[in-house]
């Protein structure tokens, strides 16, 4: 049995699209929201013959990982997140690259030799690759409006994977993937009327207007910190909102914070609130990002873009401070 285990948003999700259309094989997928990163735990090694892993920190999963290699199961992971000590083993082949101007569909479009450049071209706008995005966009002769259609595509499929669950999301990220699978062509996608593009296009607008009417929690010169309330549409647009601010402000680190649902303690007293950040570092200093929010637990990501998943509000001002020591160099 065969498992294609990738992360649920524009670049996980188009890595595989890539790979299938070019090596179509049948096999069981596993996903989840853009921020359930661990996910190769739920691979069954006694099932399990392959597997290919895509845009998932190998350091967040190298536990399980171990266990698949342990069992004689073939690993083909490719991934540009923080990977920490690779295991050696003959069953593992990787194509990871930490560069902050790379991710996992630009990996996977190297390695089949730009079969669906197209589409890695959408997945690097969606991971807000700009500069990656349009050089490669530029050297396949795209227009600039082929290019802001891409552009827009790839923002649209990694909207769809932020959300505490998968029920925050317009569409499953597996269900998305299969029926992306359909378009060998991302413009045959867009060119189609009601098509899932202009559906997330709609859903997208919306949420977006209402992010801009949001708290800013704190302004200078080094970062600016947006707070969104405790709603779907929050969660929704938590990562695309710190792209676009930081494509608005390249010099500046953009701090989101999505307050989280109150918990309840056994003795049904409300424990302290939290958020899930969302933190881009300025994207003329694309470092620093993934290192910040690994200091804080239940946190990581890569150099331009990284997260937290439960800050506590007793440590929002800590985490600021942290960001602005960094980058006010």
Known sequence: MHYDVFNGDADGIIALLQLRLAEPRESVLVTGVKRDISLLKQVDAAQANAVTVLDISLEK???????LLDSDVDVFYVDHHRAG??????????????????????????????????????????DNMQASAKALATKQGLTDIEQAQLNELGVYINYNGYGATVDDLHFNPADLYQALLKYPDPFTLINESDSIFWQ??????ADMEKAQQSEVLSDNDVVKTIVLEDAAWSRRVSGVYGN?????????????????????????????????????APLNNKQGAGDICAKFPTGGGR???????????????????????????
């Open 85 to 126: 000590d690779i295991p050696k083993s003959t069953h593992l082949k990787t194509l990871i690259n930490t560069d902050a101007n790379t991710c996992t569909s630009l990996l996977i479009n190297d390695y089949l030799q730009g079969q669906y450049v197209n589409w890695a071209i959408a997945a690097a706008f969606g």
């Open 303 to 329: 150099a331009a873009a990284a997260g937290v998943n439960e800050l506590p509000q007793s440590r929002v001002n800590e985490f600021i401070s942290a960001v602005e020591s960094y980058y006010q160099l």
């Open 200 to 205: 997330l296009k709609t859903a997208y607008l």
């Open 61 to 67: 999963n190298v536990d399980a990982l171990q266990v």
């Open 244 to 280: 676009e601010l930081a494509n608005q402000s390249p010099d500046k680190a953009h701090i989101v914070l999505t307050l989280n649902k109150a918990k309840s303690t056994a003795d049904n007293a409300k424990s302290e609130q939290s958020y899930t950040l969302s933190l881009r």
